[in-house]
């Protein structure tokens, strides 16, 4: 799928220009290189996703192996998901701006002084500033528009993607590394563009994972352990959602796979999100 060399530095590759190329269709190509395409039809942009299958893994946290964990995150549990394509990256500003220019969706609010306009000048960045409630609009939207079923993913979803099955603490095993991820202890001291950090992919190949910028889950922040028929996915109800991965600005212990942050569904805070599909 991506043709990014992980051998080559996030720094070399943001200051290479490739984010500001465009394609005929108005993607830039470096999006397209990394499964990006464009609808034809009504323009909107279809992600890349990969496959999660269903069954069950371990969710949250051991203390004993994760001196870390928050309490929220404890007990470490078995959870089960359903099978599902989930995407690589997060929504990015190309993606999010067809929206904006179709009315479906407001412009993102400005956080730590980034505008939507500064945002629209870097189209491959994770969108930000993002409601809950603008994210579930969005995934609608989109739904319709391709013609596919989408939507937010659950925090078990996410956690699953991120971590695998055999209970890791990073996408990429149990021992940090500050040059896998964008956080203040190596990365770029900003929001980086989408698959700069390719080597601290998942188990199932998605990317940024942690780091770089948080991202909204449907559910709401319930004690463990997870179960999605508790009324936590009711979708319905104004209320905090979590979100998960930390953010270029959070500390290393909120960018392990299991950590829970949320915040009010109203609120225009520095996340994003990225979406899932049903499995073909």
């Not at 991965?245 to 909120?254: D, L, R």
Request: hydrophobic share 35%.
């Amino acid at each position: 799928m991506s043709k990014i060399n992980p051998r080559t530095s996030a720094s070399e590759r943001q200051a290479s220009g490739q984010f500001g190329l465009f394609s005929l269709h108005g993607l830039p190509v470096y999006l397209q290189e990394l499964g990006f395409s464009v609808q034809a039809s009504c323009g909107a942009v279809t992600p890349p996703a990969v496959h999660v299958p269903h069954g069950s893994f371990s969710m949250g946290s051991d203390p004993q192996r994760d001196r870390a964990a928050y309490t929220d995150e404890c007990p470490a549990h078995i959870a089960n998901t359903v099978d599902i394509e989930f995407g690589v990256f997060p929504v990015t500003v190309a993606e999010y701006a067809v929206a904006v220019s179709d009315g479906a969706v407001p412009r993102p609010y400005t956080f730590r002084g980034v505008t939507w306009d500064d945002q629209l000048a870097k189209p491959a960045l994770p969108v930000t500033s993002v409601s809950w409630f603008h994210a579930v609009t969005y995934s609608v939207w989109l739904s319709e528009r391709l013609e596919r079923p989408c939507r937010l993913p659950t925090e078990a979803e996410w956690e699953k993607a991120a971590r695998g099955t055999d209970g890791r603490i990073y996408p990429w095993g149990d021992t940090w590394d500050p040059q896998l991820v964008n956080t203040p202890d190596g990365g770029l001291g900003k929001a980086a563009e989408i698959g700069l950090y390719p080597a601290g992919v998942s188990p199932y190949g998605a990317h940024d994972m942690v780091g770089n910028v948080w991202e909204w889950c449907s559910s709401m922040p319930l004690p463990y352990p997870y179960d999605a028929s508790d009324g936590r996915e009711n979708l319905y109800r104004i209320c905090d959602r979590v979100m998960r991965g930390g953010a270029w600005y959070c500390a290393p212990y909120n960018s392990r796979a299991a950590c829970r942050g949320f915040g009010y569904s109203g609120m225009y805070l520095g996340g994003g999100f990225r979406l899932v599909f049903p499995a073909d």
